[in-house]
Each structure stands twice: as C-alpha cells, then as structure tokens.
C-alpha cells in the first residue's frame, strides 16, 4: 500500500469532513475533480479507506507511527497555537484539556524520523513553551 503526500492530504480533508464534495476537496488540493475522484476510489479499492467518516484499514494504520502530545502554550497564545496547529495536517485531534498542559495532540507520521521532526515543529511553533510526547504503541480500545 504506497500512498503519496497528496493522497495523506486528501485523506487529511476527508477526516475534517467525509462528506466534502469533490470539487470542494479538488479545490484545497490544487487537483481537477476528476483526479480526486480517481484518488478516493484507488484508496477504497486498496483498502485504505475502509468506510465513513474516514475510518483507516489497520494495514495503514500499522504503518503509521502515533504519539500523544501534550503542550504547554504560553499566555494569550492558545488560539495561534490551535490555529497553526490546525494547519499541520499530520495533527489528527486536538483537545484542550485541563492540568499541567494546555493541549494535547493526537499526531501521527510515516516514521519515526518524521516523527521526530514533526514533534521539533510543533515545539518551534510561536507560543508553545514546552511539549512532553508519547508514542502510542497500541490501541486496546477504540470506541
């Protein structure tokens, strides 16, 4: 199962909204409709879309690695900090919680090595003053 930035791209848009229209999706993609039809019916025919509101095949999903991470912003900083996090699309859930952190992050990467910087980006964002990760090893529940 091979898939291309623009393929985690789309699926990204899916997660947001599965029920976005083609046009809409080959728009924020910068892709004709047609392509993006095609791209959506080669990710079910494999596989990695298994149903809707976008629920991933654990083949992909064993390929990708996950972590938890939490962030501290600094004051006043918390809606750039969501909104630049927003933007990264490897960023899957973002919850704001209550405790010794402000949010925490639900990431997930190809490897490790993406991983890695993934996590040194989201410390470099403007605001965030301090970060602490996990990686998920496995799901024992999921509901």
Do not use: C, W
Not at 36 to 53: D, F, K, M
Not at 110 to 126: F, T
């Amino acid at each position: 199962m091979t898939t291309t930035d623009k393929d985690r791209q789309l699926l990204a848009l899916l997660g947001e909204n599965a029920r976005a229209s083609t046009s809409d999706l080959a728009r924020r993609l910068g892709l004709s409709r047609t392509t993006v039809q095609a791209r959506i019916e080669r990710l079910e025919r494999e596989g990695v879309i298994t149903g809707y509101g976008v629920r991933l095949s654990e083949e992909f999903e064993r390929n990708i690695v996950k972590a938890h991470v939490l962030i501290t912003a600094g004051p006043k900083a918390l809606a750039r900090v969501t909104a630049e996090l927003a933007a990264i699309p490897e960023v899957r859930t973002l919850h704001s919680v209550s405790g010794s952190f402000d949010l925490i992050a639900i990431v997930a990467a190809q490897s490790i090595a993406e991983l890695d910087h993934l996590i040194d980006r989201i410390g470099e964002l403007e605001g965030v003053e301090r970060t602490l990760s996990s990686i998920i090893l496995s799901t024992r529940i999921n509901r």
